[in-house]
């Protein structure tokens, strides 16, 4: 019974780090996924991982108190593909000299792009830019910031600190 489980946790770290990770990141590079505790939950097709969470291949690394991997159902003759991913709590994602943080960060694999919310910011290099949500896509290099919903007083913004070089 033992052997089996183990057999299990390991087929669902490999899966987890060819098929779930290796999309968001170069193809190339070797995965590096620490965390406290990793939950498979096959009825949910997701895998789980919780505590101190970080994740790093190439140029891109994912910190996170916790990580969900949505991927597609296994059929036959098909290969299983992430659809998502979602990180909740103290998010911070770098790639390059672009930094995100959010309370929230979704990314959508086959859009390539990734979500952050909740008091988003994202920095590149010394320059700040805040709001609501900020939208960043990878294949492109590019961001889209929303403010807030704000109040009847004060409306949301976006805010942009540009540091002149």
Request: aromatic content about 10%.
């Amino acid at each position: 019974m033992l052997n089996k489980h183990l057999h299990n946790l390991l087929f669902w770290v490999f899966f987890f780090l060819t098929f779930c990770v290796a999309p968001l990141f170069a193809a190339s590079a070797p995965i590096t996924i620490e965390a406290d505790h990793m939950t498979s939950l096959e009825e949910e097709n997701s895998v789980l991982f919780t505590g101190n969470v970080d994740a790093a291949q190439a140029d891109v690394r994912i910190r996170s108190d916790e990580m969900t991997v949505y991927y597609t159902a296994a059929e036959e003759g098909k290969k299983q593909e992430v659809k998502r991913l979602k990180c909740i709590g103290n998010v911070e994602i770098t790639r390059g000299d672009w930094m995100g943080t959010g309370e929230v960060m979704n990314y959508l694999a086959k859009e390539r792009k990734v979500i952050l919310s909740g008091d988003a910011k994202a920095w590149q290099g010394s320059n700040l830019v805040s709001g609501d949500t900020i939208v960043y896509y990878l294949d492109e290099g590019r961001s889209e910031v929303v403010g807030g919903a704000g109040t009847e007083k004060k409306p949301g913004r976006v805010r942009a600190i540009l540091t002149p070089q």
